[in-house]
């Protein structure tokens, strides 16, 4: 008989210490945030690397200063691509940042990042992006150049991690003053998947667009507009409604 899938704690302190356990010695990964924000960042890491130093305050750091932290830890670690099979959805997380930080090149740190890129965890999907975020905002016409191929991809993971690595202002993220002045120069990533079938990906499309549309509002309903008169698709007028939400009219 197949196990039921675990179903997560609604709050950091409900979640079991058995289950508890088991996260922070790498040996499962985590169903819901509750159960990510139980974890003991720095005893999964004693747990999963007792050969590399815990860095230091690594409890204590928020989201982006933590995948930093993680990558210039593990970055020179030979066992760094093996940690894309590890069972533990953080530790899959710390080797985004590990490998973008040896690769310090977005060609290379997209091709090994690739296979976490498409994690079936929401929430490696969401490392992934963040960690390649400062080689996008250091380079990002190359990287909407890279990423256009990506958008185009059969996997939905894939398409939506184009869209929201390249995302002008993003979430828990810096910014891309570049796409922010100049959004059109990301169109031909997001043309693409103007009328994509995966709602994971619609509803990335229509947050950069909504993105653009707080520095670019006249652009953002253009394109729209060619859009909805282009593609007489549910998914186009999904996308289209939800990119112009903060637009006002």
Same mark, same amino acid.
């Given at each position: 008989?197949?196990?039921?899938?675990?179903v997560?704690?609604?709050?950091?302190?409900?979640?079991?210490?058995? @289950?508890?356990?088991?996260?922070?010695l790498?040996?499962?990964q985590?169903?819901n945030?509750?159960?990510?924000?139980?974890m003991?960042s720095?005893?999964l890491?004693?747990?999963?690397?007792?050969?590399?130093?815990?860095?230091?305050g690594?409890?204590?750091?928020?989201v982006n200063?933590?995948?930093?932290?993680?990558?210039e830890?593990?970055?020179?670690?030979?066992?760094?691509? &093996?940690?894309?099979?590890?069972p $533990?959805?953080?530790?899959?997380?710390?080797?985004?940042?590990?490998?973008?930080?040896?690769?310090?090149?977005?060609?290379?740190?997209?091709?090994?990042?690739?296979?976490?890129?498409?994690?079936?965890?929401?929430?490696?999907?969401?490392? &992934?992006?963040?960690?390649?975020?400062?080689?996008?905002?250091?380079?990002?016409?190359r990287?909407?150049n890279l990423?256009?191929?990506?958008?185009?991809?059969?996997?939905?993971?894939?398409?939506?991690?184009?869209?929201?690595?390249?995302?002008?202002?993003?979430v828990?993220?810096?910014?891309?003053?570049?796409?922010?002045?100049?959004?059109?120069?990301?169109?031909?990533?997001?043309?693409?998947?103007?009328?994509?079938? $995966?709602?994971?990906?619609?509803?990335s499309?229509?947050?950069?667009?909504?993105?653009?549309?707080?520095s670019?509002?006249d652009w953002?309903? $253009? @394109?729209?507009?060619?859009? $909805?008169?282009?593609?007489?698709?549910?998914?186009?007028?999904y996308?289209?409604?939800?990119?112009?939400?903060s637009?006002?009219?």
């Open positions: 008989m197949t196990a039921k899938p675990r997560g704690a609604t709050s950091p302190k409900l979640v079991p210490p058995d @289950v508890l356990e088991r996260l922070n790498g040996l499962d985590t169903v945030l509750s159960e990510t924000l139980a003991d720095e005893v890491w004693e747990n999963v690397f007792p050969e590399i130093p815990v860095p230091p690594f409890n204590a750091a928020k200063p933590k995948l930093a932290l993680a990558g830890g593990l970055a020179a670690s030979p066992r760094l691509d &093996a940690l894309v099979d590890h $533990s959805d953080m530790v899959r997380g710390w080797a985004c940042a590990g490998m973008v930080h040896r690769a310090a090149d977005l060609e290379a740190a997209l091709a090994d990042l690739e296979p976490l890129a498409n994690d079936d965890h929401f929430g490696v999907r969401e490392w &992934a992006w963040l960690a390649l975020r400062p080689l996008v905002v250091a380079e990002p016409i990287a909407v990423l256009t191929e990506w958008s185009c991809r059969v996997e939905e993971n894939l398409r939506r991690f184009a869209s929201e690595a390249t995302r002008p202002r993003g828990w993220c810096a910014h891309i003053s570049e796409l922010k002045a100049e959004p059109w120069l990301g169109l031909p990533l997001l043309e693409p998947m103007k009328s994509d079938s $995966s709602r994971y990906v619609q509803n499309v229509a947050n950069w667009l909504n993105d653009a549309a707080k670019q509002p953002v309903r $253009s @394109v729209c507009a060619g859009w $909805s008169e282009e593609s007489l698709t549910r998914e186009t007028a996308i289209v409604k939800r990119a112009m939400r637009l006002g009219d």
